[in-house]
Nanobody, 124 residues
Framework: QVQLVESGGGLVQAGGSLRLSCAAS????????MGWFRQAPGKEREFVAV????????YYADSVKGRFAISRDNAKNTIYLEMNSLKPEDTATYYC?????????????????WGQGTQVTVSS
């Protein structure tokens, strides 16, 4: 059974930084691309970033490009999301997700396991 556990969320002022982590278990971690999504109150869940199986390829939503960085450590079965220059509009619950394959995909339908989420709140 796949389990994804996010951590690292919190309250930060605009312009600040946070680093999210997602620890995975119950899967052959290096066999899957992994992604981050977020959902703000009253809005649909949206794609944030994705990383391929090796970490050699990444893709970002336009809204976070240049400010966020996704990475992974296959030895630790963990992915990370480094978030810099945070804005109030980044406030959301952030979810880690496992893709159905090794390649980069961005649509939710291509992810089949999800964490419980971690809250990020950016104050102005």
């Amino acid at each position: 059974q796949v389990q994804l556990v996010e951590s690292g969320g919190g309250l930060v002022q605009a312009g600040g930084s946070l680093r999210l982590s997602c620890a995975a278990s119950g899967l052959t971690f290096r066999s899957y691309a992994m992604g981050w999504f977020r959902q703000a109150p009253g809005k649909e869940r949206e794609f944030v970033a994705v990383i391929n199986w090796s970490g050699g390829s990444t893709y970002y939503a336009d809204s976070v490009k240049g400010r966020f960085a996704i990475s992974r450590d296959n030895a630790k079965n963990t992915i990370y999301l480094e978030m810099n220059s945070l804005k109030p509009e980044d406030t959301a619950t952030y979810y880690c997700a496992k893709s159905t394959g090794i390649l980069i995909k961005t649509h939710e339908a291509n992810f089949d396991s999800w964490g419980q989420g971690t809250q990020v709140t950016v104050s102005s």
